[in-house]
């Protein structure tokens, strides 16, 4: 509708700087990679990018341990690129948001350099420091990485706080000192000419009062307890009065622990805290940690139910199937067989661009990029891995085979081997020698290749993104399921006004013949995704939907 916010409309791509484009043949992608790639990027139709962090880092987890927040990563460039590419995007009319990582910092900041000498150090209180218990650590939490979340320090003998890696020690947000760096660095970015930010585990920032162990039932998903902390609401909005109300910007907050019920809590306009959250009912929907486990269609769908009516009349939702933490949405979601994935990709792109919520789509994805074929541990580069691996395989727990079958399919790794630019060596990310090793198929499947060919997975995204931009109703419109127990088809309608649109995804290698419901009639085909064999009938009574078949229809 007029006047709705312009990052309700956008469309979001995610870059994972590291593995994008690299110039300088240091085998890690850099910013001016970016810049050369804007105008791909910019005919695919995207609207935002969503930069993973770009900030100076020892790299404990591939620069989500930021040593400096207002420095670039030398291995990226320097701040000259940035502001060259940001001016480059300014130039396209793209908008750029940055990655806030603040839960915790890396711990060659030098505030944790300071703050780990003394008791007294002036910035002792920047960090969460306690004594330990009964000879070990303060309490029972959990690290994300592997072992205890707390660190004993040699200089004072007491222990620090940290959720992730050893290298990534907890901010204390009780510190008023603390909250205005961070406000001040995002007023940095801001004044630069940055639209915003995604929030790294934000629901984390507020620890529990009294850091009491966790009981035994909670040990295993530590972040449910870990999101509730009694003053993350009250620090979000100081926040978004301090900073973010001042500038025209877009938020979005990764909800890791956040249920369905307190989501409102996060976006619900009228409390001035965040724009959007990333649920993470769908790319979890079938995990247990590292373990993978089966879904079903009616889960699925019943999910997005969920999360669409957490959005409310107040607030906004994201929709979004892989980022750099989760295996590629082909592999997971889709059939990534040489004969389905390209048709499946594209059903994919399908559902995720008809939702109600802002697109984030993930590099790679684009063109039906999949999951790596991984042997050995050795394959691995994430610091999860080695925790888990050391965890769960080295302790006896786990046998390494049944590890490593599950990781195969869960490992964040998937999405971070480089994008495949074209059939040149490394897929053409870099002419040196890649961090992390290219997959093998990208002969078959790159960037090149697909923008050459109108019936690519790369054209029917940059299809679909046009549609979107052109049909209010599939961006505002209320949504509805209108068979969530079908197992084989994901069917709903998008209403604004009197626009009506159905969408109809087969998730399956069948024919399925799909009867509509009384009184629903197709009134012409908006968009295939290639698979459709011949037009429907105006006022047919069913489809007959080919496998993998998805279609948005106008009613
Ligand atoms: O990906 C996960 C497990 O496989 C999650 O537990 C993930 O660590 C969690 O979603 C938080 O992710 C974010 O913060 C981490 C960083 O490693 C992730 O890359 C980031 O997206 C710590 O900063």
Do not use: C
Request: proline residues 6%; charged residues 25%.
């Amino acid at each position: 509708p007029p006047g709705a916010a312009w990052w309700k409309e956008a469309v979001v791509y995610q870059v994972y700087p590291r593995s994008f484009n690299d110039t300088n043949g240091d085998g890690i992608g850099d910013l001016n990679g970016i810049t050369a790639k804007l105008d791909y990027l910019k005919t695919l139709g995207v609207d935002v990018i969503w930069l993973s962090p770009h900030f100076d880092s020892p790299n404990a987890d591939n620069g989500y341990d930021i040593r400096d927040y207002r420095k670039v990563m030398a291995e990226f460039g320097s701040m000259d690129d940035f502001d060259r590419m940001l001016a480059e995007m300014k130039k396209r009319g793209m908008r750029l948001i940055i990655d806030l990582v603040v839960n915790h910092s890396s711990d060659e900041h030098q505030w944790f350099v300071e703050s780990r000498k003394s008791k007294d150090n002036p910035y002792r209180d920047y960090y969460i420091w306690r004594d330990g218990k009964d000879g070990g650590a303060p309490n029972n939490y959990p690290s994300f990485f592997g072992g205890s979340a707390w660190e004993k320090d040699e200089a004072t003998g007491q222990y620090y706080l940290h959720y992730f890696a050893r290298k990534q020690p907890d901010l204390n947000w009780e510190n008023p000192k603390v909250r205005n760096e961070v406000y001040d660095t995002m007023r940095f970015w801001l004044d630069k000419g940055v639209s915003g930010f995604r929030m790294d585990v934000i629901p984390f920032i507020s620890k529990q009062n009294g850091l009491s162990d966790l009981p035994a039932d909670k040990l295993a998903h530590p972040e449910f307890v870990y999101a509730n902390g009694p003053r993350v609401h009250d620090y979000l909005q100081e926040m978004n009065r301090e900073v973010l109300s001042r500038y025209d910007t877009m938020t979005v907050g990764e909800a890791f622990g956040v249920t369905f019920e307190q989501a409102p809590l996060f976006t619900d306009a009228r409390r001035k805290e965040l724009n959007m959250i990333f649920h993470f009912d769908i790319v979890r929907l079938d995990r247990d940690g590292w373990r993978k486990k089966d879904w079903t269609l009616p889960q699925l769908k019943a999910a997005y139910a969920q999360i669409d009516r957490t959005g409310g009349t107040h607030g906004w939702n994201t929709s979004f199937l892989t980022n750099h933490d989760n295996p590629r949405s082909v592999s997971h979601f889709g059939d990534d067989s040489p004969e389905w994935r390209a048709v499946s990709a594209k059903a994919l792109a399908t559902m995720m661009l008809t939702q109600r919520g802002t697109p984030f789509l993930y590099q790679g994805d684009e063109l039906g990029m999949t999951n790596y074929p991984f042997r050995g541990i050795e394959d691995y580069n994430d610091v999860e891995v080695k925790g888990q691996w050391h965890d769960f395989v080295e302790s006896g727990k786990v046998p390494a085979e049944e590890y490593l079958s599950h990781l195969r399919q869960t490992s964040r790794d998937n999405a971070r081997t480089p994008m495949q630019w074209s059939a040149a060596p490394n897929g053409g990310f870099t002419s040196g020698k890649p961090w992390l090793a290219v997959n093998p198929n990208y002969t078959r499947i790159n960037a090149a290749s697909q923008v050459e060919d109108a019936g690519s997975v790369y054209h029917h995204y940059r299809r679909l993104m046009e549609v979107r931009r052109q049909t209010p109703a599939l961006i505002h419109g209320e949504f509805r399921d209108l068979d969530p127990a079908n197992p084989k088809v994901f069917a709903y309608t998008r209403t604004l006004d009197d626009k009506r649109y159905l969408v109809l995804i087969n998730f399956t290698r069948e024919t399925v013949v799909y009867g509509l419901p009384e009184g629903l009639k197709i009134a012409a085909t908006v968009l295939d995704n290639g698979a459709a064999q011949q037009p429907v009938q105006p006022g047919a009574a069913s489809v007959s939907l080919q496998p993998w078949q998805a279609t948005i229809y106008e009613l």
